[in-house]
Each structure stands twice: as structure tokens, then as C-alpha cells.
């Protein structure tokens, strides 16, 4: 059962309003590196967790995130504070208020006129959170990589807002969440490694002939080597090798039933193309040439 | 630039046709941890890369999922081929056909009626692709980690598709993909570690207060310790030290201009509840109370 | 600041494991008018919320909301508990485990093959949760409209769900959720009428002319008369008092500049249509008249 | 059937085009309160419902509301009216042009570029119309219900719109939009206390024990109590009356079947962690200790 | 200005209730090819349609297909109504409910239990209806031809249901709105063909250099020629010819400002990966070596 | 098997970097008319192709399409350059960046936060792209339609970006884009006019009475008439002729089980509305009017 107390795990203090700004954080609010993202991940894959120290620590990760989806939803709506009652009550003419919203440089014109200046589970373009984002498949060594790659990946954002964020208290409180996902990806790599073995995951094994191959399927000047092809692995630039590798025809066929067959054939009849055919076309009517006189052959 | 070469990367033998086993295998064509994911997911990153090694490798893998994509596909193409021609030529009686698209057990009725027995790009249930399962972001350490976590991914979802997959040709075709998903996450582990140092991601460093804190936020039977919150972690019960970490008040708090603060006044007076009333709700009338009789207080 | 309890707000009692069954309770999971949809809607109208009673109320709501979450998923995982084991495991032979997953004859094999028998934040048909299904929009009279509404709706779907659950332990929880929403329903009224007056929402009047009308834009055979457009209603059925009610000549103009119209007039002059002409077309090729032949008016 | 009449219902007057004005107006064209989602939220309860009075109404009101999308639709072509010709004909050289779209302040330039200034089915960030935004789920009480909270949040949309926008002809159009969503929203509250009783909705009755419960989930500084806690509800603060309301131990539990829990157990077994290990992870290597060095312990 | 008049503009008559076929149904309705879709794509044109015939044209056509909505979306009503009583009384018990909700073989479980039974907007896979299927672009060449192939591609659903409708009287409805698609695209045909000329679209020519060339990306066996690249079209199947086509060296490039390429330096070289350097992986260690001996050079 | 040359089909010349501009172009990267669109709908046509000319070509084009991606994903990255840099290193102080980010005047704000100046899959306001935009549905006379026209559609999406580009070296490489488009849409129609005949699509014929037939459903002043619906076509203006065209009633009827029956008038009798009674509503009350004096009949 989750409970709630009524102080935020981390004081915000903002310094003044600016709805331009709210619109940014909105990203880790309900953008897919966000803290509804990072919450619902962990949740979801606790509820399906059968070993008991994963389950807790997944729990535990996802009520602190939970606890961060609050605070950086309270930065938000302290950003839009002055925004929300001026539509409300509109205490400015309309000329002036349309410059305010559309001047913003972002889309802070939607987060105010349709979400009143709150706090929308959108990110900051204005696109709804969806479970999308959330990539739990119910594997514990698949679902600890996702989690210890989302939680790199919300580093970065918060990184980015910070280096854009002019305000020293938002700056304050991005710093602590930035932080958290460092922690939490540490939890979770060692979570992982407490698996032994977890590579490669799930229990059916590689095919032998194909496991150590490296295909240079793009080629040209800009070819590297290095040591995600080097040493153990094969790497394999001839083309003749690259295709059709299990040595077969390299085409794709079915065995069709006597009907199927038929009806196919049928398919087929009713809808061929005649190859030496040079029809008039659409495009060459529209090309200008009217009445009776065909206008094949003519490129455009 | 790609080109094609008619040969599959991969000899693809059907068993027979089967309409509900096409419909899984869209699962990895066009749903979430499918190869088109992969390949945009690369080719995204291989763009911005700047550097040569880990740009090479990401083409080279983009392009080789290209070519999955192409064999997954036909797979798709051929289980439904039998499917597709007997809806467009109508060969049986309607409830025959009815009885067809219906009582397969799965989703393949929307893929035979929408998509006529083809390869649509959506998932096992019908629900189309979207870049929102591609969680590229332009850092090179957390891209790497999305790449390692989304192979591993894959690797499951065709184990499991092997496991649920009788036709031996379809079997052997899933294997050799499910195999270079392996060899791909090999690769993508490399160039992450070819990349010092490569933790904590990014430039800014943790605030050093609460990055080896862990927080016991779900409490109760069932607690665990293990080396997520053992060793290196400061491991915090106390819910008072939970909360207010910063040691400030816990509280959220935004600087108004004079303004500002008069128009949310006006918002708040406007819009203000009276908690000393017991008002008549819509409820109240719903419950069958009529005319002028309060019914507060009587509960449902 | 959220924190967890071990402990579930309502025991529950899962009888026997059954995948088709789990797939239905997604509908309050990750549906519309599941719990996720609950806790945002309220969580997201807290944190902009200035009044204090209301800001109290919809924290204790979204905050039980999260645990309702809890429930349901506990219910989705039990019951997916033996496919859990299945399909990773692969103890049965690929056939039996196809029938097993798309015999189910809902969704399942979706949430099987891609989830891993988890608990995924989809509804029952497999579509993601989407944030597009929260209404919050910053104005409280609106707000609780909103969430009155989405309480009785919740309701509904858990009625149904009772209906179609054999399960008596799921029945039992069930229960207790549908029960918990008509509470919350009854808090929402009272929090609305509270607000004084609340009707019309907002602060703009309504155009008198326009307020009390009803205008009888469907007739023919079933026409009524009911109080939604008797005594206070101004019902008007004379079509031509339905259109340019403003007494304008319903049309639809603007003002342009000099240079604007000039442009416009070029677009209109290059692609104009010639209302006299009867053109050979490409439906008219494609009906199988080839060369000079004029095929225009020949109706197919 | 729907027949068109070519005078508007009411007539609309543009002072000058504004591609930025038009872009805000989309909000309630297609956006998630605007006239689509009104014309098709009651046209499906329309289609399904069987009380005749209240089929009659919804006809009426959603052919109304296609009524009030057409004008909406003429608001945003007339203010895109300039934009739609420069950007075809390019009469101004390229920098000017993409001053022109990009200096808008808003979305504006996805609306030029890739719509040509037309009249897309988005919202005001661009984001398309989705059927997810209707929330008719078949039963009149609560469709009724939603309804009128449907009514009131278009209501202040219109009223945020008006106060942002200079254009009077614009402003009064959009008032008689306004003005009809109050009397909408009038009709469909007495079309939902024309049933008798409408409230608990549906049919199955709450169970006693927890219908007239409050519980206080959130605590701290900030409680307060109001009528919707007050007369009539129970009001829980006790955290240990919180949980497991049931009386039971709060867990949840199933029964599996021999078979299941064999296959269960082996699942758990091969993916178990260690809890008394301390692996070196990936995070380890990754802060720059090579080679055989254990890094365990040292915190980041 | 749009109004109703209550007789449908074909009869709708049902022979028994379906929900499974009711589900078919939906694609049609709230699907990509559907009815919703023909009434926006057009209504969306008309109202930025300058030419006075297309406007009239599109207002026609787009009325037309609103009637038709009506028509499908009643077939749906009809083919659950016997759905839609079942759950909400219950008279069943509920494992019979449940055996009649989830053995329909399609997805007429969601249906049921989210949507009571009505008309949802969604396609038979139940994914809500988006504007994304919409291609209005506001060129009326271009718009011409996307009417024409939506009207060609609804043509063909409705094809298919008919094929898989056993009722008599629902494939008569089917055959009215079939047989209507096929003169809506003869009339956008006409249209399209008014314009003249209407190929190329737009205003700019194509570069002459490279709008006669077919490029022979796809090479081996089963490379065919016909008129799409014979006559009017040069054919290219030299690889070195497909690339570079303007004579460059196939690159890509950007004049970087001093400051920015500072600025990029160090970010390649805070995150350059050494290609020379075989370092541990987080693979490496997942495959079962502990402690300080180095795995490098192990295939898996 | 697709393989990868580095060389691009087209040399790529950027003049300075200008993450706006970059943000404009993302409309043909991830945009519904873009190049990953044309790929996937050409790729997913050609795989369940069996005429061998129509897959032949379909292969070609869908490859060539994807070495479009790659230029118009090289012109975005290139010009995101030196924004790239910016944040990671954050090399300015953050007042300068959030000015730098957020004074573009469109969605670039997104591109740079989220996706760290990137080529991310989304049009220019940030959508993620989503398979709706592809309109395959497995029929070739269909098929072919939409391909014609989505090349057109891409052809004028150029064109605009062309106009609105001041850049010559992106200009040129558009230019070299646009015009490929073109050829496309030439090869489409010789391909669609190769079948014969191919309208109507499909194999169904229409119903004679109502093919020829143009209903005049939108009447007023402004109607017009033109090939669209003089010659071949009926003209029908008269309403009572557009309504119950079958020369039925018009209505909607199905036969009921005796059971269905009996569950249905329970339902509606338990929820039907009494037209007779004036009910005091919930926005009564919420006028204001308090306690136990009735309110109806007062109109707001």
C-alpha cells in the first residue's frame, strides 16, 4: 500500500515564475525519460517478481520515484503559478495575453490554454505520456539492463535541464533527482551481477555458427575496426558471405495447400501486371494532354 | 546509402500456412522489441555519431537489422499466404470465411480484413509502431546501454516465440536471429567499455550527499538486503530521514511578483471551497431524494 | 513524498491461475478507466491545486488510487502465474504451448509473448495507457465534474468485470475497489458543491440570447420532448432559425492584405478547377478503355 | 442521415489572418475538449442508446456540436488564410519564409509546412485527435456524467481562448461556442436526474463496509477536513486501519497447480540473485578500474 | 451548418446479434479505411478549399460519408444488443458471461467489457481511431489523389467484410456503402482531371537531371522490367552510378563556427572510444567470471 | 539483404548550423509524408507481393527511399551540430542556453532536451511517428493509388521546405529529393495502369442502382456543379430521395432472442428517463440555490 506525507523528499524553492521554463522540466514529468516513466517501469516489474530481494528493491525504487514525479510536478506548477490566474481571470487585455503565451518560444501555449498552466503528463512538445515508453518484458536480466539503461539515459536529461535551467533553486532540486538516478543505477547493476550467470539471457542458446560473427554490412570509406569486432569475432566483409549464411538459396518458401494454391493462382491472374504493356497513365493526362490522343511514352 | 540484394540474409522455410502464427510473429516485425525498432534505433544514433569507430558499427548493425526485418517479415508473408487469397476471391461461403478470421484465438482478424493477409507494422495485438519505443538520446554511453538492454530483450521475445512456434523451418529462421541478437549485445558491450571512464554517464557529477544513499521506501514483511543496499550504500529506514533529505522544511515554495500574487488571490477567493458546509450534492438528488429535503449526511 | 507499506490495502485470493481472466482485469489496470488513469487525474489536479481542503482531498485520493493500483495488479500477476513459468521454462512441447496462448480467446497471447505473462499498463485489448485519457484541465468546477464522472465510470467497469469474473477471491477484491470509487464519488460531489456557485463553470457569463435555447437539430419520426429541453428551454425546431442565429448571413469572411489576396489569387488561378470541362481519367483508363479513345461519361 | 446546409450556424468575421492565432484556435478543433470530441462522444451514445428521449437528445446535440466544428474549422482557415498562399507560391524569398513559420512563437510552422495552413484535426501543439480522448462507455448514468464535465471544461477552453484573443469578430463567435456548451451542459443534467435513482450508477451495491469510509493517505502539515470527509464518512488517519481493511494478513496469494509451481520453481532457481554476493558490475568497470582489480565497495 | 434527419439514408436490418461479427464491423467505423476517416479527410479539405466547385464537391461528399458513419455505426448498436443487456443485468452467471465474452475468437471481449457493448471508435483490434490516418495536406492535386485512394482502399474493406458477413441483410448495408465508394472516387477523379495541369503537383519543376532515372536498388533474382522503368525511364543498375548522383563525393558536410567546433571537440573527446583497447564487459562478467581474471577474447 | 554503401546518393552541403531549421526538416525524417513512411509502406507492399514486376519495384523503391532517410537524417544532423555540443559541454552559462533553446521560435526546444540535438523519428512538432501513417492494406489496385498519391503529398512537403529553406547546399539536396518523388509517382502509375482493368478495385461489383449516383447533401448558396457530378451521374438535390434510398423506412432493426429481449427491457427500464418530470439538477444547485427550495424551471 503506498501512503503519502506531506513533505516533498526534497525542498523546492523557486525564485520566480516563468511558464517557458515549467514547459522544459514537464519533460521529466511526463516525457519517456521521465519519473512517471521510471516509476511505472520499476512497479509493473516488481508486481510480476518473484525473487524477494529484487521485488523489494523494485518497490523501494519505485515509490522514491514516485516521490520524484512530485517533486519535479511541484516544480512545474510553482513555474506556471503567475501563468494559471492570469487566463483565469483575465487581468490583462487580450492583445497582451496572446503575446504572453505565444512569445514563450515554446510550447507553453498549450500547457496554458489547455491545461490552465498546470502540470499536463505530457512532455515538453506536448505529446501525452503513454506506456509506450515502458519497456518491462518480464525478464529479470532483460528488465535490470532496461532499468540501469533508463536510469543512464535520465541522467542526461537532467543534466541538460540543469545546463539550461538559470534558476539556482530549480538547479538545487534537479541536482538532488540527477543524483538519485546515479544512485539507483548502481542498485541496479548490482541487482543484475547478483545473477550469475545473465548473459546471455533466457535459457535457449545461441547457435554456434552465428554467435561470434560480425558482418560489415556497411562498407565504404569511414570502415573502423575495433573492439566491438576485433578479437572474438569473425568479421565477415565479403558480401557472397553475408547473405543466405545457412547456406541455403537464400529464398523464402511455403508449402501451400492444393486450394490455397488455387485461390492464390486465382489472386495472381486477376491482378497481373503486364510487363510489356506502356499504358497511358494517370500522370500522363495530367500532364496536360486531353481528348483522344495517347500521350505514352512521353517523359515528363 | 542502402542497397538490396535479393538473396535473404537467411534461407526462410514455412511448414504450412497458418494465419494465427503469422500474427505472433508480428511481434517482432512491428511491435516494441522488434527489428524495425532495432534498426531505427541505430540508424538514429549512427547519424549523430561523431565518432568513426562506434558510427561504423552502428551502420553496420542498423543495416543487418534491415535485413532481419526482411526475414521476420517473410516469415509473416508466407504463414498468411494461404489467408490472403481467400478473402480477396471469396472461394467459400461467408460463414465459412467468417469462422476463419474469428476462431483463430488471436488477433489475426484485424491482420486479414484491415491488412489482407500482409505484413502490417504493428504488434501481435494490432497496435501500430511508434518511435516512441526508440529511446535514443544522443550520449553515447546511455545509447550504448539502450542498445545492450534492447538486444537482450529480443532475445527473449524470440525465445519465447521459438518456444511457442511448432513449424520446424520458422523455428530454425527465429534461432539465427535470436542469435545475432546475442552477438549484437556483444558488440554493443565493447564499445560501451571501449569508452573510459563510462560511469556515472554524462559530465555533471553527483551531489556526493546522496549518491550512495539507498532509501528503504517500502516497508514491511518482505524487506531485504543484498548488494543493491549492502555494502557502498547507506541504507535509510527512518522515515523521517526520508524525507526533507535537504534538511529544509520539505516544502514547495515560488517567489510572486505583486501581481501575480493579486491575480491568484482573485483566482483563489473565486474558487475558494467552504469546509464548514454540508452542501446538497448531484449524489444526494441521485439517490432519489427529491424537492426541498436536505439529505446530506445520509450515507449511501 | 510517497512511501510503501508491504502490507495491500485489501487481501487477495487468486483460486486458480488463468491468462484470459488476467487479460480482462487489464481494463482497470492500464485502461481508461483503470486506477493508473485515477491516481494521475487527482495527482496532477494536486499539485496545481491553491485551495487547501481540496489540495488534502486529492492527494488522500490519488494517493489511494496507487494502492488500488497495487490490487489490481496483484490480481493481473497471480493470475498470470502459470504462464509465467510456461513459456520461459518451455516444459511443454511448441504446439501445446501455441494452443495454450492463442487459445485463450482474448488478448492474452499478447501479454503473454511480449510481457512475459506480467503485468503490462495496457488495456485488455493491448493498447498502451496514454495520458490522453486524463481530463484534468486546471479549473476545479471542472475538474470535479471530470472526476465525478470518472468514478461512476470506474464503478461500471468493475461491475462488469464482477459480472464476468467466476473467481469468488477476485470477485471479493473487486468488490471492494468498485465500492471504493462510489466513496470517492460521494468526496468529489461534496468538494463541488463546496464551491459556491459553481455553475456556470468559469467566470465568463453565457450570451443571453443563446443560453436558454435548444436547438432540434435531429427530426423526423422520434422526435421528444423531456426536461432537457421543456420548461427553461427555448426549443427550436424552424430550420431557418437554427442557421446564422446571430442574424449574419452565416458566412464565413476575413480581411486581407493587398499582397495576401494577390498571392491567394495566384494558388486559385494555378490550380482552379474548369467546372466545364468532362476529363478522361484515370478511373476512366482503368476501366480497360487503352489509347484515344475518349471514355468520358461512360458511367461504370 | 446528416444533411449540410451551407449558412453557418453562426456567422464568423475575421479582422485580419494570423497563422499564430489560428494555431491556438486548433485547441478546440481537434483537441481533446474541442467540437470533434463533443460531435463524437455523444453521437456513439446516440447510436447504442434505447430510452428514446434521451437517443433524441444526443442526436440533437451532436449534430449541434459537427454545427459548432464547422464554425470553429472556418475560425482557424479564415486567420490561416495569408499563410496558406505564401508558402505555395513563394513570393518572398527563403529567409523571409522561414521567419514567417518559425517566428510565430507556437506551433505555427508544423501547421504551414506540413498541413499548408489548412485546418489539421490536431490540438494546439500539434498533437492528432485520438479516439482515446472519448470516454462513452454504454451506461447513460455515467455517460450522462460525463457529459456534463465534458460541457464544462469546453466551457472555460472557450473562455481561455477568448481572453487571449485580440480579433473581435473571433471573440464573438467563439462566445456563442461558449455560451452553447452552458446550455449543453444544462440539458444533460436534467437528462440525468430524469433517471431515478442515478446514483450509486449500475446496479450492483457497494459493500457497506467501505462505502462510507474517508481514508486519510496523505498526512502532515496541510490536513484538513471539509465536507467531503466530514458528515456522512468514516475518517481513517490510523495507517494500521489503513491496510488489509479486510481483516486478512494484506497479501495475495494463489493457488497454482503441481505443474505450475514445478515450473515456477525452476524459473526462480535459474534467474535467482545472490543476496550475499557483491559482484562487480558493469558501473564498477565502467568508473575506470580495468583488468583484474575488484572495485566492489568502492562508491562512486 | 449540419442537420439530422432521423430516417437513415439506407435501412438497416439485422437478422440476429453478433457480437464477434459487431467487432468485424468496427473497422469500418473507427478504422483507418472507415467512415470517420472518409467524413474528416474531406471535411478538412472543404474548409480551406478555395475553388468553389471542390469546396462544394468536398462539403457534399464529407456530409454524405457522416450519413454513412450512421449507417455502420447502427449495424454495430444492432449486432450487440444483445451483448450490451447480458453484462449489465448479469442474468447469467458469471462463468457463463465469461466463456461469452472471451470465446468470440476476436476482440468483442473489449468491446463488451470497456465499451458496454456500443460503438466505440476504434478498429476491430480496438485501437482508438487517430487523425493520424488522415492525409488532408491542403494541395488540392495531392488531396485529390489521397480521396482517391481512400476511397479505392474502403471499397475493398467493405469487400471484405461482405466476404466474411453471413448475415443477409447486414451484406446488403455493406453492398449500398461498397458500391458508394466506387462513384465517390469516379467524382474525385473528375475532379482531380478539372485541373489541368495536375502533374507534377505543385509549383517547382523537377531537377531534369533526375526525373527520368529508375534506380535498380534491389538486385538478383527476380529482377524484372515493365513499363514503371522501360520506356521514358532511364534504367540504372550500376551501383557506382546510384551513389554520389551529382557528381560529389557522396558526403555529408557543415561549416562549423570556431566556437562550435571547440565545443565539439571536447565532446568526442570526453566520450571517444579507444578502438585499440579489448576491454571487460559487463558481458563478460554476466557470463560467469568472478573476481580478477580477464574474460576478453572468450566467445560466448 | 539489405546492404550499406557509405557513400550517400546524394553529396550533402550545409552552409551553418541552425538547429530551427533542423527542426523544420524532421517533417520528412519522422512526418507522416516523410521518407521512413514511404520506406516502410513500399517495404511492406513488396513483401507480400506476388506479381514479380510490382515486388520487383516495390524493392527498388522502398531501398531508394531508405537512402533518402539517410540524406534527410545527414541534413538534420548536421544542422543540430553545433547544438550538440552546446549542452553536453555546457560551455555557456544557463541563461544564454535557456535562451539559445527556447528563442527558436519552434519545437527545436524538445529536440535539443530530449533527444540532445539528434535526429530523432518525430515530425516537426515532436510527434513520434507511428505506423498509422502507412495505408497498405494488400490489394495492388489500392496499394498503388495510395502510392501515387503519398509521392505526391512528399513531392509538395518538399516543395514547401524548399521555399522556407534559406540554406543553398540543403536546398539542393531537397530539390534532388522532391524530384525523385516525382519520378516515383510516374513509375506507381504505369505500374497501376499496367493492371487492366483496375477499376473499381476489387472484385466485388457495385450495386447499379446507387453507382452512378451524386447526392447533393450540402445545399445553400454555393452549390455548384461540374464533371464531378454533371455527365454519368445522377444528380440528386431532392432530400426526401437522399434518405431511405433502398426504399425501406430508413430505420434500424434486428431480430431478438426471446432472453435478449427480456434482459434488454430490464435494462431499460431500470435506466429510463422520465420526460415528464422537471428534476432539480446538480447545476441547480451549483447556481447557488441552497437548502430545500426547488430551483427548477429557472433558467440561467
Not at 523464402?252 to 497513365?281: C, F, G, M, W, Y
Request: negative net charge; charged residues 25%; proline residues 6%.
Amino acid at each position: 500500500m503506498f501512503v503519502h506525507n506531506k513533505r516533498l523528499q526534497y525542498t523546492v524553492r523557486v525564485s520566480e515564475t516563468n511558464p517557458g521554463l515549467a514547459n522544459l522540466m514537464l519533460e521529466q514529468f511526463g516525457g519517456p525519460q521521465g519519473e512517471l516513466a521510471a516509476a511505472m517501469r520499476y512497479f509493473t516489474q516488481a508486481l510480476s517478481e518473484d525473487d524477494p530481494g529484487r521485488k523489494d528493491m523494485l518497490l523501494d525504487i519505485a515509490t522514491e520515484e514516485l516521490s520524484h514525479l512530485e517533486i519535479i510536478g511541484n516544480i512545474v506548477a510553482l513555474l506556471n503559478k503567475g501563468a494559471k490566474g492570469r487566463l483565469a481571470e483575465a487581468v490583462e487585455e487580450e492583445a497582451e495575453i496572446y503575446r504572453g503565451i505565444s512569445g514563450g518560444g515554446n510550447d507553453s501555449h498549450t500547457t496554458q490554454v489547455l491545461y490552465g498552466a498546470g502540470t499536463p503528463l505530457t512532455n515538453s512538445a506536448g505529446v501525452p505520456w503513454t506506456a509506450a515508453y515502458i519497456d518491462t518484458i518480464g525478464d529479470p536480466t532483460c528488465d535490470l539492463r532496461s532499468n540501469i539503461a533508463a536510469e543512464a539515459r535520465a541522467k542526461i536529461i537532467y543534466e541538460r535541464l540543469i545546463n539550461a535551467t538559470p534558476d539556482p533553486g530549480v538547479r538545487d532540486a534537479l541536482t538532488f533527482l540527477m543524483t538519485r538516478e546515479v544512485a539507483h543505477q548502481r542498485s541496479f547493476e548490482k541487482a543484475l551481477y547478483a545473477i550469475s550467470p545473465n548473459f546471455p539471457p533466457g535459457k535457449l542458446p545461441p547457435d554456434p555458427r552465428f554467435a561470434d560473427t560480425y558482418f560489415n554490412m556497411s562498407q565504404g570509406e569511414g570502415d573502423k575496426r575495433g573492439p566491438w569486432n576485433n578479437d572474438g569475432f569473425e568479421y565477415i566483409s565479403d558480401r557472397d558471405r553475408q547473405s543466405a549464411v545457412d547456406g541455403g538459396d537464400g529464398g523464402a518458401s511455403v508449402q501451400l495447400r492444393k486450394d490455397e494454391l488455387a485461390t492464390l493462382d486465382k489472386l495472381i491472374h486477376r491482378t497481373q501486371s503486364d510487363p510489356n504493356s506502356n499504358p497511358v497513365t494517370g500522370a500522363d493526362i495530367g500532364r496536360g494532354v486531353t481528348g483522344g490522343k495517347s500521350v505514352a511514352g512521353r517523359p515528363s
